[in-house]
């Protein structure tokens, strides 16, 4: 058994590189045009291939979403992978955290804008600084599934102390971990699991947001190649004020081996502040997380041994895109429990604060608002195990189900507090009830590790550049029928379907339980709807559907809809199976989410298509009113009083 403890939680690299770089596996996908689609460099396509999957078929539910095909295996059954004796860990450290996080101030510290000496201390005794550190350098070596469970348990406490913990371990030293030379993890990790010393992760630069490919920091390898200078700056550091050791990525003058040419390439490195010329700026004045500490970092000269680079030189995306995908993961969980709490001090308010002669529960308007709340949180809550199993059984492709994670969890987190305060009416807006702290600090997850926006285009643009490269291998069989005579019947034999109305994917294919069949036809026919809807976009727009962001974004909030059924149709089928007390709960929140979203899903589809068709379109309109605005730096329409 281990020791009980505090736990840290996973979630602040906040910037991803341009959607380019993400883009999918193939990166010459054609549509039927022949035109291939705007496709990342091709060290960019090497280091993707990596996170895609290998060869054609990729195992991502999401992914295939895209081909209008149903991955089952990803999603179902429920995914179960932690022992007994794991489980009882988890819960040894959550009584720890309990008992420890009770006796910490967390509204004194955010009312100071960030803890001090006192409070770090605290933080160095009782949380816990490696939770996924392996044990042999000293840490819990927890797998994904238990980390996911103690980060839903702390999010219930101080976003900003998450915050703290997870720039330190999830992100601040994960890539020594997980690129990290033998040398390299026996020097850092065991003094950085145990809280000796600080990590960050130094990504975000003033000019560059979530274009992390314009990042101007640059490092040159010294003539005498033992070690690289480093000039440049960093913003927006979560623990960059007290870190001692951090993660920079660097443009790195590469010279390719087959040209000739020397190149900037980003490139990761461990940058400890005792090398010199490392220096940061005052803490940031934020919103919210203010226990958190967040500054500029700045490198002047800084010189670095050569054995401190981090993954080879020119490898630094692959890097950064590693530690974020197996971070993000994190967010569904811990905005889960931020949930939950919103929950509880709603329902308390409703079920006793009274008016017009009955409680607040007994009005329907409130039964709605707390019933939406509940089925997001149970969404939320599906999706950061359903992950969280996948990862732990050793899926490789997940970066899609990861981003949607993120993006449904932060967003329904937002609406859970703000419906809290609503229900709470004006004593929610004071500061008693704890709602208003929830409410700053729960807004950056829409920014943290990605925007939301640049989220959706990296799941629609991953998948329709997918699914381009699907349908370019089909057009390769059709032309040679007698060598693809596999390919060119399955594919002949689906279309054929699809034209006569029947519905290639079928219910019973679906691990669920026989009470929700019904649901189970509404997902694989919405799946198959949005693959036919992708196709025709892909042979309309060729390389421009990177530019089509209308309809990116529309395919995109299908798609997290399409993963928020079948989660959720897992885990209720394993209740029901399991004879659970809570399982009718559980199949009335199925029915109602699955026939609310089928209806979304068919009317962002409809949008898409009849967008094609109309003769007069809403997208470009839309696009002339935010230029005109613009240009004119604020509204345009005159007051009705005229002036």
Not at 139 to 156: D, K, P
Not at 297 to 320: C, T
Request: net charge positive; charged share 20%.
């Amino acid at each position: 058994m281990i020791r009980a403890t505090g736990v840290g939680c996973s979630f602040t690299g906040r910037t991803v590189p341009r959607v380019r770089l993400y883009l999918g596996q193939k990166s010459n996908s054609f549509v039927s045009s022949g035109r291939p689609l705007n496709a990342p460099s091709s060290s960019n396509r090497r280091q993707m291939s990596q996170s895609t999957g290998s060869g054609n078929e990729s195992s991502s539910f999401a992914l295939n979403v895209f081909l209008g095909k149903l991955k089952s295996d990803f999603v179902f059954p429920f995914p179960e992978v932690c022992t007994t004796e794991q489980i009882d860990d988890v819960r040894t450290v959550i009584e720890g955290i309990a008992k420890s996080f009770e006796q910490f101030d967390f509204v004194k510290y955010d009312e100071r804008g960030g803890l001090d000496e006192e409070g770090m201390n605290f933080l160095r005794e009782y949380a816990a600084w490696g939770m996924q550190a392996p044990t042999k350098y000293g840490g819990f070596g927890f797998n994904n599934t238990q980390y996911a469970r103690l980060s839903q348990h702390v999010g219930a406490f101080d976003l900003g102390v998450c915050v703290t913990l997870g720039a330190h371990q999830s992100i601040g030293y994960k890539g020594i971990v997980l690129f990290g030379t033998e040398e390299q993890k026996e020097k850092y990790v065991p003094d950085l699991c145990v809280g000796k010393k600080f990590a960050a992760f130094a990504l975000t630069e003033p000019s560059s947001g979530s274009d992390a490919a314009s990042i101007r920091t640059k490092a040159v390898l010294s003539d005498d190649g033992t070690h690289y200078v480093m000039n440049g700056s960093k913003s927006f550091i979560s623990n960059g004020g007290f870190a001692d050791v951090f993660t920079v990525f660097a443009q790195v003058p590469v010279k390719d081996s087959r040209t000739g040419l020397t190149k900037n390439k980003v490139t990761a490195f461990i940058v400890e502040r005792d090398f010199g010329g490392v220096t940061s700026g005052p803490p940031e004045k934020k919103i919210g997380i203010r226990t958190s500490n967040t500054t500029e970092v700045f490198f002047d000269d800084v010189r670095i041994p050569k054995e401190n680079l981090l993954g080879g030189e020119g490898n630094g995306f692959k890097v950064a895109m590693n530690i974020l995908n197996s971070g993000r993961f994190v967010i569904s969980s811990l905005m889960s429990g931020t949930m939950r709490l919103c929950i509880e001090k709603a329902t308390e308010q409703a079920g006793t604060r009274a008016q017009f002669g009955r409680t607040l529960d007994g009005f329907e308007g409130i039964q709605e608002k707390i019933a939406r709340m509940v089925i997001n949180h149970y969404i939320a809550e599906s999706m950061a195990f359903v992950l969280s199993g996948a990862m732990d059984r050793g899926a490789k492709d997940f970066q899609i189900e990861a981003a949607i994670s993120k993006v449904f969890a932060s967003e329904a987190a937002w609406n859970t507090v703000d419906e809290t305060m609503q229900i709470f009416g004006g004593g929610g807006y004071m500061k008693e009830t704890g709602i208003e702290k929830i409410l700053r600090d729960v807004r950056i997850f829409r920014i943290f590790e990605g925007a939301n926006e640049i989220l959706r285009l990296l799941i629609a643009l991953t998948g329709v550049q997918y699914a381009g490269g699907h349908l370019k291998e089909i057009q390769k069989a059709f032309k040679n029928p007698a060598a693809n005579l596999g390919v060119v019947m399955s594919e002949g034999s689906r279309r054929a379907l699809r034209m006569m109305g029947v519905k290639a994917n079928k219910p019973s294919s679906v691990a669920v339980n026989p009470e929700l069949q019904a649901q189970a036809k509404l997902l694989t026919e919405s799946i198959e709807n949005i693959g036919a809807t992708v196709e025709k976009l892909l042979i309309q727009h060729g390389k421009g559907i990177i530019e089509a962001q209308y309809a990116l974004n529309r395919l995109a909030n299908c798609t997290i809809d399409a993963y928020s059924m079948a989660v959720i149709l897992s885990r209720a089928s394993r209740s029901i199976e399991r004879g659970h007390p809570s399982a009718q709960h559980e199949i009335n929140i199925c029915k109602v989410f699955c026939h609310e979203s089928e209806q979304r899903i068919r009317q962002w589809l409809k949008t898409i298509e009849q967008e094609s068709s109309a003769d007069e379109k809403i997208f470009p309109l839309l696009s002339s009113v935010s230029k005109d605005v613009v240009k004119n730096r604020g509204i345009i329409h005159q007051n009705p009083l005229g002036f």
